[in-house]
């Protein structure tokens, strides 16, 4: 079979869009910081990490966009939360990936 003809699952797919989607640290950082408020956050809060609001805001537009955020409430009033649904089921698809990986080389069950 060539590379070409390779057909990926959706499991695959849906794990390769949300890395893709929380590549970058500043999105890691946001991702922390409604999980270290219980869930739920003001975007105010957020403008804590060390850029413009501009910035941050494109980056909660992006997650909202991917699906890993949720906004609730009106203009000044708006907090963010995860979509535990979705980590959840991304963690599972991750942890599935990576036991495999173990199974596949014996030297990381040491790890």
Known sequence: ??????????????LANFAKALALPVRIAIVRIIMANGNSVFKEDLYTIPFNHETITKHLTDLKRAGIIKAHGFRSSIKYSLDEHLFQQMANGFATLFESMRAFDPHLHNC
């Open 1 to 14: 079979m060539s590379y070409f003809d390779l057909k990926f699952s959706t499991t695959d797919n849906d």
